[in-house]
């Protein structure tokens, strides 16, 4: 095989592998969707512009500062001084926030726990794809 026709199988191998990330990658996206809203979607929402609900519209959680978002006024008063004291949602704090609130910020006021760090790394997943 001459170098051409190396080159033509190797520029189809690429193609051919990067077509079926994209399709994991978009499968992956479907089951944190899915997750969100069986553990998140009763109390959030994540359509920008939707109505608040019980908890703040999520659409912009992933790297905003805690308790900030001006649509909701319900913060707790914990949430609201954690904040201003630079808690920011990262990964590593949104996963701290869905094993158990209280412990984060003790006084908080969600009463949702994820056990299951699988779980938890799909809604984490998810509300990282709506801010990129």
């Not at 808690?87 to 949702?112: C, F, H, R, S």
């Not at 726990?113 to 509300?127: F, G, N, S, T």
Request: hydrophobic share 40%.
């Amino acid at each position: 095989m001459g170098p051409k026709a190396r080159v033509a199988v190797y520029v189809a191998l690429l193609g051919a592998a990067a077509g079926q990330l994209s399709t994991s990658w978009a499968a992956d996206l479907e089951a944190a969707k899915a997750q969100f809203l069986k553990s998140c979607g009763t109390c959030h929402t994540v359509e920008k512009g939707a109505p608040v609900r019980q908890g703040p519209n999520l659409a912009t959680a992933f790297g905003r500062k805690a308790g900030s978002l001006e649509e909701f006024p319900k913060y707790s008063d914990a949430l609201k001084r954690a904040g201003a004291g630079g808690l920011v949602w990262t990964e590593d704090k949104l996963d701290q926030w869905i094993t158990n609130a209280g412990l984060l910020v003790p006084g908080a006021t969600m009463p949702y726990r994820q056990a299951d760090p699988d779980k938890r790394k799909l809604v984490i997943e998810y509300l990282k794809s709506l801010t990129q």
